[in-house]
């Protein structure tokens, strides 16, 4: 014993080389020096996600821990833990050579290593060690490594520890840090996971059943093995009854009450969110570990993301989410072949106020779950997106206003068109497919002259090509890029090519949405905005992303777009079935992509700018002969696939708020002839879409 005992001692004094990896230089520093990590140790906690109205949305976190103030800690708890752990705490330095000479004659006595003398303060350093590891697992197995060298370091660096921190500071810091078993770490999680309680209401033995847990949290365990928790548990009472930190009439009363469990399984992630916030919740997830405000690095935002302890207050209104998340799923059922998706953004904010689809989030295919937010780009946690069809035309239409041309602006548009050579921002498209790729419009009796007005209001394929045409493929480009369309949803680059003007680049749902909004915002365009504000469980502000607004085409080309995309709603337009059931007046465009793969409707007023998708989620259903919440449709057009939720959406939206008129532009209607059928897109079915590649349907 005192051989070992003299080793162990020596050891704290001495510099080890050799064997135990330590140079003399490297102990001498560790000894003079102590990291700020071991005085308040960064540890990662718990995030809470809120709604715009301060309701939460989830909790999300690395590991489940609400770190506490000694003044927020039951008594109980931290008598209870220093008694069956560290009973001379308060009497000791960082080593108890008392109990090492105690543990030292019992585990010989016994021929076990049964009983260990680590203090609270040297097992508060290997928590620290273990959690600052994170979930690098060679880094977690070497913090718990147990070799000679690594017991002199803790044990050096608990004795520095012990001089500049005060004893009831450390005992905090330990019951924050400390693993209680089922995924609780720190008492207040302990607290939540076992009695739904904080821990500054533990009874006496429910602290005890706590204390308790930590020398083996799976022995232990209140939930699996509650004979020997209870056991445990009196044991801890029976040490506090000892120490004088209770009296023996409490003991006994402690002893006497059952186990008391109301667990609480653990709630992680946005897999835990309200009834369809959580594809919202893994958007607010993404913005946090891409956006540069926080941190440089993807790496070190992931670690803020992973540290935890924040309360992000977002931009979700809860009253809107539920508008469109019945919407979408009371028009589409989870089992049909397709799903909707739909966004919601407050014009001249940019703030997503609403983001719904029909397929839930989660894991399990076979509930038809998925964890793919189909409203977002891929790089926020979406798919590839889909071809948004002739939703697309109003932006060829508005770079064509802002060039010059007028809203009366008239073209032959025959029934069908090769593609002409087009001017692009680097030089000269050409058709050179032979024979020549054909563009066509929906129907045979669609065939011109047409003006502008008219010709969005029945959505004129070959109109648009024509005004392409002459304004050039670039200033497409550049009024796409004006609108925050900088890429397709996949990342990959715009292709200045004829069909863009038709819709055939993959868009995500929330991209269209931000489109509408900014003819809703009267040309003032403003990035998505789903954060609005920061702080830690400290109180201290986080820096967020403000908002960036720019004006992006003028006023005269608002009012006339206003009136355009109202025209498609009214009259012979082709979602002229379309309106809000309290007459408010709306604007926005149907589209149909290739083969009828997906089929949307984009529409606004001056308070809210909505975007409905519908379609395969893989992006491979045509729905053509199919059942939709057991209605039959020969085919799915923009105007009676997304259109109706569309229109669900914004009338429980827009419920109660007074209406606003949009500012219109005075543009003389055109005859033209009836269009077959009304609740046709007009987006080519059946044709090649040409591209940069080869000619493909997308």
Known sequence: MSVVSGVLLAGLVLPVAGGVGLTAKSTAEGFDDISDDFKTPPLTQATQIFDAKGGLIAKVYERDRTVLTADQMSPFMRH????????????????????????????????????????????????VNVENAGDDKDAVKEAQRKTLGRKIQELKIAIKLDEELPKDQILTNYLNITFYGNGAYGVEAASQRYFSKSNKDLTIAEAATLAGLVQNPAQYDPKLHPMAAQKRRDTVIDKMLENKHITAQQAQEAKAAPLGLKYKDPQNGCITAKAGMGFFCDYVRHVVKQDPAFGKSSEDRKKFWDKGGLNIYTTLDPDKQAAAQNAVSGNVKVTDTVSAAATMIEPGTGKIVAMAQTRPYGLVKEKNQTVVNLNVDQAMGGGNGFQPGSTFKPIVAAAALEAGLPPTQPYDAPNQLPYPNMKTCEG?????????????????????????????????????????????????KQMANKFGITAKASGKPLEEVPAMALGVEEMSPLTMANVYATFAAGGTHCDPVAITRISTVEGKEVPVPAGHCDKVFSDSTARAMNTILNGVTENKGTAARIYLKDGRQIAGKTGTSDHKKAAWFNGYTPQLATAVWLG????????????????????????????????????????????????????????VPTKPDPSSSGTPTGTRSPSNQDNQDN
């Open 616 to 671: 395969g989620p893989d992006g491979g259903v045509e729905m053509r002969d199919i059942t939709i919440n057991d209605h039959h449709f020969p085919e799915v057009f923009g105007a009676d696939g997304p259109a109706p939720i569309w229109r669900d959406a914004m009338d429980d939206a827009l419920q109660g708020t007074p209406k606003q008129s949009l500012p219109m532009a005075d543009i003389p209607d055109q005859v």
């Open 428 to 476: 000269t498209w050409r058709n050179d497919a032979r024979p020549k790729t054909v563009v066509p419009n929906e129907n045979s009796g669609e065939k011109g002259p047409y003006q502008l007005k008219e010709a969005m209001a029945l959505s004129i394929n070959t109109y648009f090509v024509e005004m392409e045409q002459e304004i050039g493929l670039c200033a497409v």
């Open 80 to 127: 209870a833990q220093v008694d069956i752990e560290d009973a001379r705490f308060y009497e000791h330095g960082a080593v108890d050579l008392k109990g090492v000479l105690r543990a030292l004659g019992k585990n010989a006595e016994s021929g076990t290593t049964s009983q260990g003398a680590s203090t609270l303060t040297q097992q508060y350093v290997k928590n």
